[in-house]
């Protein structure tokens, strides 16, 4: 105990010794959660430019403009005159949408002919694309109905019944979970998670592959040879410790930006505790497996620069192929969101996250075992190296 408690100290000492560590871990993770929460921070887009070509310029045509900007998600630019070229007009303007109301639209609009209204939406960016959708056909749609129901009302029918002929039935849109859309609460905190697993197997990635580098493990290490798990939680213990201080500063952070809290807290922490250990023992392993500090730094980046992508947060699981779908559930940050959605988003009960916190204790313990075997093989290699070295 007096050697492992030597050595752990040796560690945090390393640890708080390299500055470029010291600075990947505690100052990335709060640049990172500040920047990216200042970017979602209004949370819904709006003010979205949509083109409106107006070839009427008529009375009803001019009211439906109206409604149009009155709807704040979007920001009316409006002209009578089409443009030569409307794609270019888009880009130009940098516009999500173009509404274009037809010539002649008020005279077929009282004459029932029904007038088409045109609405090109961009979707080059998908985001703004559904926002502005969404904006334009809720405005359109009860402009439509409007009016209709004004076109029965004239001909003498009752407002109550005319509502009824313009809608024999009602469909009522009940949204659960982030009933706003706010894409800070959806975004943010899934970021958050992205960016300590991120750190994490970057301090995991030159741990042993840096003393083996160096060739400082035979001489620190020799009293230890036998402990295999000892070293390896001598490695990790100091990432745990600084891993809880991160996790304290996205609490703060939540507060900051008012982005509620997890249901079940303590479920949450446990959920975060295996998820911890869980991605610290896999960049055990290929630290391990991999003796050049660059390589394995390399390897892990190379394994989480997708880990987000293919985590089934933003993209279901079973829309990938098969191949995708194993690669994504060895990865720790893949079940981790999925629970962490259900507690933060959904706000689910915690016994709907068990299936997900058992897939992450898998995890821990298969990279657990792993990272151990391959470290009670690399000690044994390299004490006997040593030994026959030596005579």
């Known amino acids: ?3 492992f408690f030597r050595l752990l100290k040796r560690e945090f000492k390393m640890f708080l010794g390299n500055s470029t560590l010291r600075t990947v871990f505690f100052l990335a993770p709060v640049l990172y959660a500040t920047l990216i929460g200042f970017v979602y ?11 409106v070509i107006d070839k009427d310029n008529t009375p ?8 149009l900007g009155d709807n704040k998600s979007i920001r009316i630019l409006k002209t009578l005159q089409e443009p030569g070229n409307i794609n270019d007009e888009v880009i130009r303007k940098e516009a999500a949408a173009v509404v274009m109301i037809p010539s002649r639209f008020e005279a077929q609009v009282f004459q029932k002919r029904y ?3 045109n609405v090109y939406v961009n979707t080059s960016n998908v985001l703004t694309a559904n926002f502005a959708s969404k904006a334009l056909q809720l405005t359109i749609g009860t402009f439509s109905a ?10 003498g029918m009752p407002a109550v019944r005319a509502a009824t002929q313009y809608e024999p039935f009602k469909t009522n849109y009940i949204t659960l979970f982030n009933t706003t859309s706010n894409y800070l609460i959806f975004m943010w905190p899934a970021m958050l998670a992205v960016v300590l697993q991120q750190v994490i197997l970057l301090a995991m990635a030159i741990s042993f592959a840096a003393e083996f580098q160096r060739g400082s493990f035979t001489t620190e290490y020799a009293g230890m040879r036998r402990w295999a798990f ?9 990432i745990w410790l600084f891993s809880i201080l991160i996790v304290c500063i996205y609490y703060g952070m939540h507060i900051f930006f008012n982005v509620p809290l997890p249901q079940g807290i303590l479920s949450f922490i446990w959920l975060t505790a295996v998820f911890v250990g869980s991605v610290s023992f896999m960049g055990v392993l290929v630290s391990i497996l991999l003796p050049d ?5 390399q390897v892990l980046m190379v394994i989480a620069s997708p880990a987000f992508i293919i985590s089934g947060f933003t993209w279901p699981l079973s829309a990938m192929p098969a191949f995708v779908q194993l690669l994504a559930n060895i990865i720790p940050l893949t079940p981790f969101l999925q629970a962490f959605k259900i507690l933060l988003i959904q706000k689910g009960s915690v016994e709907l996250t068990f299936p997900y916190l058992r897939h992450l204790s898998i995890l821990l313990v298969v990279y657990g075992v792993l990272g151990w075997l391959a470290l009670k093989i690399k000690l044994w290699y390299l004490f006997s190296h040593a030994k026959a070295n030596n005579v």
């Not at 009803?60 to 409604?67: D, G, I, P, R």
């Not at 500090?293 to 730094?297: E, F, V, Y």
């Open 1 to 3: 105990m007096k050697e």
């Open 41 to 51: 921070r209004s949370g819904k887009v709006e003010n979205i430019p949509v083109i």
């Open 60 to 67: 009803l045509s001019n009211q439906l403009v109206e409604m």
């Open 115 to 117: 007038p088409e209204v």
């Open 146 to 155: 409007g009016v209709s129901i004004k076109g029965l009302q004239k001909m």
């Open 230 to 238: 000892p070293i390896m939680l001598i490695k990790v213990i100091p």
């Open 293 to 297: 500090a660059l390589k394995a730094t």
